[in-house]
Protein backbone atom coordinates (compact mmCIF):
# COMPACT_ATOMS: atom_id res chain seq x y z
CA UNK A 1 0.00 0.00 0.00
CA UNK A 2 2.74 2.35 1.10
CA UNK A 3 4.28 2.30 -2.45
CA UNK A 4 1.34 2.70 -4.39
CA UNK A 5 0.48 5.88 -2.22
CA UNK A 6 4.26 7.01 -2.64
CA UNK A 7 3.83 6.45 -6.56
CA UNK A 8 0.84 8.24 -6.69
CA UNK A 9 2.29 11.33 -5.04
CA UNK A 10 4.71 11.12 -7.10
CA UNK A 11 2.31 11.41 -10.08
CA UNK A 12 0.90 13.89 -8.18
CA UNK A 13 3.90 16.30 -7.69
CA UNK A 14 4.68 15.67 -11.29
CA UNK A 15 0.77 16.47 -12.76
CA UNK A 16 1.30 19.92 -10.05
CA UNK A 17 4.58 20.62 -11.67
CA UNK A 18 3.29 20.18 -15.66
CA UNK A 19 0.16 22.49 -14.36
CA UNK A 20 2.58 24.93 -13.42
CA UNK A 21 4.86 25.01 -16.43
CA UNK A 22 1.57 25.37 -18.94
CA UNK A 23 0.84 27.93 -16.60
CA UNK A 24 3.86 29.77 -17.10
CA UNK A 25 4.10 29.59 -20.86
CA UNK A 26 -0.08 30.82 -21.23
CA UNK A 27 1.58 34.03 -18.84
CA UNK A 28 4.63 34.17 -21.34
CA UNK A 29 2.52 34.61 -24.08
CA UNK A 30 0.12 36.92 -22.71
CA UNK A 31 0.35 40.84 -22.80
CA UNK A 32 0.98 41.08 -19.38
CA UNK A 33 3.91 44.04 -18.80
CA UNK A 34 7.14 42.37 -19.26
CA UNK A 35 8.43 42.88 -15.38
CA UNK A 36 5.14 41.44 -14.08
CA UNK A 37 5.90 38.25 -16.56
CA UNK A 38 9.73 37.95 -15.65
CA UNK A 39 8.97 38.51 -11.35
CA UNK A 40 6.28 35.43 -11.35
CA UNK A 41 8.19 33.35 -13.97
CA UNK A 42 10.89 33.33 -11.21
CA UNK A 43 9.13 33.30 -8.52
CA UNK A 44 7.21 29.99 -10.08
CA UNK A 45 10.60 28.25 -10.54
CA UNK A 46 11.66 29.57 -7.12
CA UNK A 47 8.25 27.47 -5.97
CA UNK A 48 8.96 24.98 -8.23
CA UNK A 49 12.53 24.20 -6.60
CA UNK A 50 11.39 24.34 -3.09
CA UNK A 51 14.39 26.92 -2.90
CA UNK A 52 14.97 30.02 -1.23
CA UNK A 53 15.65 32.34 -3.66
CA UNK A 54 15.61 32.51 -7.37
CA UNK A 55 17.23 35.07 -9.80
CA UNK A 56 17.48 36.28 -13.60
CA UNK A 57 20.70 37.56 -14.42
CA UNK A 58 20.87 39.04 -17.74
CA UNK A 59 24.46 39.70 -19.41
CA UNK A 60 25.36 43.72 -20.25
CA UNK A 61 26.36 43.55 -23.48
CA UNK A 62 28.12 47.21 -22.76
CA UNK A 63 30.87 46.17 -20.18
CA UNK A 64 30.46 42.02 -20.05
CA UNK A 65 28.86 41.36 -17.07
CA UNK A 66 26.27 39.87 -15.46
CA UNK A 67 22.92 41.94 -13.48
CA UNK A 68 20.15 41.03 -11.10
CA UNK A 69 17.07 41.99 -13.72
CA UNK A 70 15.34 39.73 -11.31
CA UNK A 71 15.23 38.56 -7.53
CA UNK A 72 12.17 37.10 -6.04
CA UNK A 73 13.23 36.58 -2.05
CA UNK A 74 14.98 38.67 0.48
CA UNK A 75 17.71 39.85 -1.23
CA UNK A 76 16.33 41.61 -3.88
CA UNK A 77 16.97 44.92 -3.43
CA UNK A 78 20.75 44.41 -2.13
CA UNK A 79 21.26 42.22 -5.53
CA UNK A 80 19.83 44.67 -7.56
CA UNK A 81 22.86 46.72 -7.21
CA UNK A 82 25.37 43.92 -7.60
CA UNK A 83 27.26 42.98 -10.71
CA UNK A 84 29.03 39.64 -12.00
CA UNK A 85 31.53 39.12 -14.12
CA UNK A 86 31.78 36.30 -16.29
CA UNK A 87 34.55 34.38 -15.54
CA UNK A 88 33.33 34.70 -11.78
CA UNK A 89 30.86 32.80 -9.67
CA UNK A 90 28.78 30.21 -11.04
CA UNK A 91 26.45 31.93 -12.75
CA UNK A 92 29.67 33.34 -14.51
CA UNK A 93 30.86 29.93 -15.35
CA UNK A 94 27.15 28.95 -16.46
CA UNK A 95 27.17 32.09 -18.67
CA UNK A 96 30.43 31.71 -20.29
CA UNK A 97 29.70 27.98 -21.08
CA UNK A 98 26.10 27.75 -21.47
CA UNK A 99 26.03 24.19 -18.96
CA UNK A 100 23.53 23.81 -16.58
CA UNK A 101 25.67 23.14 -13.03
CA UNK A 102 24.04 21.51 -9.78
CA UNK A 103 26.38 23.00 -6.74
CA UNK A 104 24.80 21.20 -3.79
CA UNK A 105 28.27 22.64 -1.26
CA UNK A 106 28.47 26.40 -2.29
CA UNK A 107 31.56 26.62 -0.10
CA UNK A 108 33.64 24.06 -1.68
CA UNK A 109 33.38 24.78 -5.33
CA UNK A 110 36.12 26.72 -6.68
CA UNK A 111 33.94 28.81 -8.44
CA UNK A 112 32.04 30.46 -5.75
CA UNK A 113 31.82 34.05 -5.69
CA UNK A 114 31.26 34.74 -2.01
CA UNK A 115 31.16 38.66 -2.88
CA UNK A 116 27.27 38.50 -4.05
CA UNK A 117 26.41 36.82 -0.44
CA UNK A 118 28.71 39.83 1.32
CA UNK A 119 26.19 42.42 -0.99
CA UNK A 120 23.25 40.37 0.23
CA UNK A 121 23.82 39.54 3.78
CA UNK A 122 23.25 36.22 2.67
CA UNK A 123 24.65 32.88 3.21
CA UNK A 124 24.56 30.60 -0.29
CA UNK A 125 24.44 26.69 0.51
CA UNK A 126 23.39 25.48 -3.21
CA UNK A 127 22.78 26.66 -6.59
CA UNK A 128 21.33 25.35 -9.22
CA UNK A 129 21.77 27.45 -12.45
CA UNK A 130 21.06 27.30 -16.04
CA UNK A 131 21.84 29.66 -18.92
CA UNK A 132 19.08 31.43 -21.03
CA UNK A 133 19.80 30.19 -24.23
CA UNK A 134 17.88 31.82 -27.39
CA UNK A 135 19.11 30.55 -30.43
CA UNK A 136 22.57 29.02 -29.16
CA UNK A 137 22.93 32.65 -27.82
CA UNK A 138 23.82 33.31 -23.93
CA UNK A 139 21.17 36.19 -23.16
CA UNK A 140 21.66 35.29 -18.96
CA UNK A 141 21.25 32.88 -16.01
CA UNK A 142 18.50 31.78 -14.13
CA UNK A 143 19.50 30.97 -10.89
CA UNK A 144 17.87 29.35 -7.66
CA UNK A 145 19.91 29.19 -4.29
CA UNK A 146 19.03 27.26 -1.00
CA UNK A 147 16.62 24.39 -1.48
CA UNK A 148 14.86 24.13 1.50
CA UNK A 149 14.50 20.03 1.38
CA UNK A 150 17.87 18.26 0.33
CA UNK A 151 19.96 18.66 -2.35
CA UNK A 152 19.03 19.99 -5.80
CA UNK A 153 18.48 16.97 -7.99
CA UNK A 154 18.68 16.11 -11.81
CA UNK A 155 14.84 16.34 -11.81
CA UNK A 156 14.91 20.08 -10.88
CA UNK A 157 17.94 20.79 -13.36
CA UNK A 158 15.66 19.63 -16.42
CA UNK A 159 12.37 21.26 -14.82
CA UNK A 160 14.75 24.70 -14.52
CA UNK A 161 15.94 23.74 -18.44
CA UNK A 162 12.14 23.35 -19.79
CA UNK A 163 11.64 26.93 -17.54
CA UNK A 164 14.73 28.79 -19.18
CA UNK A 165 13.88 27.79 -22.49
CA UNK A 166 10.29 29.48 -21.56
CA UNK A 167 11.76 32.49 -19.86
CA UNK A 168 14.23 33.24 -22.45
CA UNK A 169 11.58 33.50 -26.01
CA UNK A 170 10.19 35.74 -23.51
CA UNK A 171 13.15 37.61 -22.76
CA UNK A 172 14.16 37.84 -26.78
CA UNK A 173 10.48 39.04 -27.60
CA UNK A 174 10.41 41.60 -25.54
CA UNK A 175 13.96 42.74 -26.26
CA UNK A 176 13.16 42.38 -30.02
CA UNK A 177 9.85 44.30 -29.43
CA UNK A 178 11.70 46.96 -27.85
CA UNK A 179 14.38 47.81 -30.54
CA UNK A 180 11.19 47.65 -32.76
CA UNK A 181 9.39 50.27 -30.62
CA UNK A 182 12.97 52.70 -30.95
CA UNK A 183 12.86 51.99 -34.83
CA UNK A 184 9.57 52.88 -34.97
CA UNK A 185 9.71 56.37 -32.73
CA UNK A 186 12.74 57.47 -34.68
CA UNK A 187 10.76 56.66 -37.74
CA UNK A 188 7.74 58.99 -37.12
CA UNK A 189 10.45 61.46 -35.47
CA UNK A 190 12.03 61.73 -38.81
CA UNK A 191 8.90 62.14 -40.76
CA UNK A 192 7.97 65.18 -37.70
CA UNK A 193 11.38 66.38 -38.31
CA UNK A 194 10.81 66.47 -42.19
CA UNK A 195 7.41 67.84 -41.92
CA UNK A 196 9.32 70.76 -39.51
CA UNK A 197 12.03 71.61 -42.01
CA UNK A 198 9.63 73.06 -44.32
CA UNK A 199 8.16 75.45 -41.72
CA UNK A 200 11.56 77.84 -40.74
CA UNK A 201 9.18 79.14 -37.92
CA UNK A 202 8.19 76.40 -35.90
CA UNK A 203 11.66 75.11 -35.69
CA UNK A 204 11.96 72.65 -32.44
CA UNK A 205 7.79 73.03 -31.78
CA UNK A 206 7.37 69.30 -32.43
CA UNK A 207 9.71 68.15 -30.15
CA UNK A 208 8.43 70.80 -27.55
CA UNK A 209 5.05 70.45 -27.32
CA UNK A 210 5.84 66.36 -27.01
CA UNK A 211 8.20 67.77 -23.51
CA UNK A 212 4.80 69.92 -22.53
CA UNK A 213 2.67 66.59 -22.98
CA UNK A 214 5.43 64.16 -21.58
CA UNK A 215 5.09 67.01 -18.49
CA UNK A 216 1.25 66.74 -18.23
CA UNK A 217 1.06 63.25 -18.43
CA UNK A 218 3.54 62.76 -15.79
CA UNK A 219 1.70 65.31 -14.01
CA UNK A 220 -2.12 62.54 -14.69
CA UNK A 221 0.32 59.08 -13.93
CA UNK A 222 -0.65 58.18 -17.21
CA UNK A 223 0.40 54.48 -17.31
CA UNK A 224 3.16 53.23 -19.98
CA UNK A 225 0.80 52.60 -23.09
CA UNK A 226 -1.26 55.63 -22.58
CA UNK A 227 1.94 57.94 -22.28
CA UNK A 228 3.47 56.11 -25.68
CA UNK A 229 -0.05 57.53 -27.10
CA UNK A 230 -0.05 61.01 -26.26
CA UNK A 231 3.22 61.20 -27.20
CA UNK A 232 3.12 59.92 -31.00
CA UNK A 233 0.02 62.00 -31.05
CA UNK A 234 2.35 64.75 -29.77
CA UNK A 235 4.90 64.15 -32.77
CA UNK A 236 1.98 63.42 -35.02
CA UNK A 237 -0.73 65.96 -34.46
CA UNK A 238 0.36 68.62 -37.17
CA UNK A 239 1.51 66.01 -40.13
CA UNK A 240 -1.17 66.30 -42.11
CA UNK A 241 0.68 69.80 -43.04
CA UNK A 242 2.57 67.72 -45.41
CA UNK A 243 -0.08 68.23 -47.77
CA UNK A 244 -0.29 72.23 -47.28
CA UNK A 245 1.03 74.14 -49.81
CA UNK A 246 4.49 76.17 -49.50
CA UNK A 247 2.94 79.20 -50.40
CA UNK A 248 0.57 78.69 -47.44
CA UNK A 249 2.61 76.89 -44.74
CA UNK A 250 5.57 79.28 -45.01
CA UNK A 251 3.32 82.97 -45.39
CA UNK A 252 4.72 85.43 -43.72
CA UNK A 253 1.56 87.15 -42.23
CA UNK A 254 -2.00 86.44 -42.07
CA UNK A 255 -3.73 84.37 -44.32
CA UNK A 256 -7.23 85.00 -46.27
CA UNK A 257 -10.23 83.20 -45.32
CA UNK A 258 -9.58 80.62 -48.61
CA UNK A 259 -6.12 80.12 -47.03
CA UNK A 260 -7.14 79.93 -43.50
CA UNK A 261 -9.15 76.90 -44.71
CA UNK A 262 -7.23 74.96 -46.27
CA UNK A 263 -5.14 75.13 -43.47
CA UNK A 264 -7.94 73.36 -41.23
CA UNK A 265 -7.78 70.87 -43.41
CA UNK A 266 -4.58 69.80 -41.91
CA UNK A 267 -6.44 67.57 -38.93
CA UNK A 268 -8.38 65.73 -41.14
CA UNK A 269 -5.28 65.32 -43.50
CA UNK A 270 -3.38 63.98 -40.48
CA UNK A 271 -5.83 61.48 -39.54
CA UNK A 272 -6.35 60.00 -43.46
CA UNK A 273 -2.29 59.83 -43.59
CA UNK A 274 -2.46 57.88 -40.08
CA UNK A 275 -5.23 55.55 -40.76
CA UNK A 276 -3.16 53.18 -43.14
CA UNK A 277 -0.90 52.29 -40.58
CA UNK A 278 -2.17 49.99 -38.12
CA UNK A 279 0.46 50.76 -35.43
CA UNK A 280 -0.66 54.41 -35.32
CA UNK A 281 -4.54 53.73 -35.20
CA UNK A 282 -4.90 54.94 -31.15
CA UNK A 283 -2.82 58.22 -32.06
CA UNK A 284 -5.95 58.59 -35.13
CA UNK A 285 -8.49 60.29 -32.57
CA UNK A 286 -5.86 62.87 -30.93
CA UNK A 287 -4.63 63.98 -34.52
CA UNK A 288 -8.17 64.92 -35.94
CA UNK A 289 -9.23 66.53 -32.95
CA UNK A 290 -6.01 68.77 -31.43
CA UNK A 291 -7.97 71.85 -32.65
CA UNK A 292 -11.03 71.13 -31.58
CA UNK A 293 -12.11 73.58 -28.69
CA UNK A 294 -14.08 72.74 -25.13
CA UNK A 295 -16.78 75.24 -26.00
CA UNK A 296 -17.64 73.65 -29.17
CA UNK A 297 -16.62 76.03 -32.05
CA UNK A 298 -13.10 74.43 -33.09
CA UNK A 299 -12.63 72.46 -35.79
CA UNK A 300 -12.94 69.73 -38.26
CA UNK A 301 -16.21 68.27 -36.27
CA UNK A 302 -17.38 71.13 -33.85
CA UNK A 303 -16.93 68.91 -30.42
CA UNK A 304 -17.02 69.91 -27.21
CA UNK A 305 -16.06 69.19 -23.34
CA UNK A 306 -15.22 65.86 -23.17
CA UNK A 307 -16.45 64.49 -26.40
CA UNK A 308 -13.11 65.52 -27.44
CA UNK A 309 -10.37 63.11 -26.80
CA UNK A 310 -8.44 63.55 -23.54
CA UNK A 311 -5.38 63.70 -25.51
CA UNK A 312 -6.73 65.75 -28.08
CA UNK A 313 -7.17 68.60 -25.34
CA UNK A 314 -3.92 67.91 -24.07
CA UNK A 315 -1.71 68.53 -27.19
CA UNK A 316 -4.70 71.79 -27.99
CA UNK A 317 -2.64 73.50 -24.79
CA UNK A 318 0.77 72.04 -25.25
CA UNK A 319 0.43 73.40 -28.70
CA UNK A 320 -0.94 77.07 -28.03
CA UNK A 321 1.47 77.48 -25.12
CA UNK A 322 4.25 76.86 -27.00
CA UNK A 323 3.38 78.96 -30.41
CA UNK A 324 2.25 82.10 -27.68
CA UNK A 325 5.64 81.19 -26.16
CA UNK A 326 7.92 81.52 -29.51
CA UNK A 327 8.62 84.28 -31.87
CA UNK A 328 6.35 84.53 -34.87
CA UNK A 329 7.37 86.46 -38.19
CA UNK A 330 4.38 89.16 -36.98
CA UNK A 331 4.71 88.96 -33.36
CA UNK A 332 7.33 88.60 -30.16
CA UNK A 333 6.87 85.43 -28.22
CA UNK A 334 5.25 85.91 -24.76
CA UNK A 335 6.61 85.05 -21.85
CA UNK A 336 5.83 82.38 -20.21
CA UNK A 337 3.71 83.66 -17.28
CA UNK A 338 1.59 85.53 -19.87
CA UNK A 339 0.83 82.69 -21.61
CA UNK A 340 -0.25 81.34 -18.53
CA UNK A 341 -1.97 84.20 -17.86
CA UNK A 342 -3.87 83.50 -21.43
CA UNK A 343 -3.90 80.04 -21.13
CA UNK A 344 -6.41 80.59 -17.52
CA UNK A 345 -8.33 84.11 -19.99
CA UNK A 346 -9.28 80.85 -22.48
CA UNK A 347 -9.82 78.22 -19.50
CA UNK A 348 -13.50 76.75 -20.40
CA UNK A 349 -13.66 78.22 -23.41
CA UNK A 350 -10.91 77.41 -25.43
CA UNK A 351 -9.38 74.87 -23.45
CA UNK A 352 -10.11 71.82 -20.83
CA UNK A 353 -10.09 73.75 -17.44
CA UNK A 354 -8.79 70.39 -15.81
CA UNK A 355 -6.04 70.37 -18.43
CA UNK A 356 -5.00 74.03 -18.02
CA UNK A 357 -4.89 73.58 -14.18
CA UNK A 358 -2.46 70.62 -14.66
CA UNK A 359 -0.28 72.24 -17.36
CA UNK A 360 0.45 75.19 -15.21
CA UNK A 361 2.03 73.74 -12.08
CA UNK A 362 3.60 71.23 -14.31
CA UNK A 363 5.71 73.64 -16.59
CA UNK A 364 6.91 76.54 -15.38
CA UNK A 365 10.59 75.20 -13.56
CA UNK A 366 11.17 74.32 -17.40
CA UNK A 367 10.39 77.12 -18.96
CA UNK A 368 11.30 80.50 -16.81
FE1 LIG B 1 -2.36 71.75 -35.84
Not at 14 to 32: M, P, T
Not at 111 to 137: M, N
Request: with cysteine.
Amino acid sequence: MESTDRISTDNGIQIEKFKQLVGLASLINSSLDQSVIRMRAIEAAKTLLNAEEGSMMLIDRNTNELYFDVVAGETGTLLKKVRIGLDQGVAGWVATNAVPQIVNDAGSDPRFYSAVDKAASFETRSIIAVPLLFQGRVLGVLEAVNKITGPFTQEDLDLFVSLSDLVASAVENANLHEELREAFFGIVLALADALESRDTYTGGHTQRVRHYCQSIGTALQLGKNDMEILLLSAILHDIGKIGVRDAILCKEGPLTREEAALMSEHSKKGAEILSNIKALRNVIPSVMAHHERFDGNGYPDRLSGEDIPMFARIIAVADTFDAMTTDRPYRKALTPAEAFAELLRCSGTQFDPDVVAKFIPAIPEETE
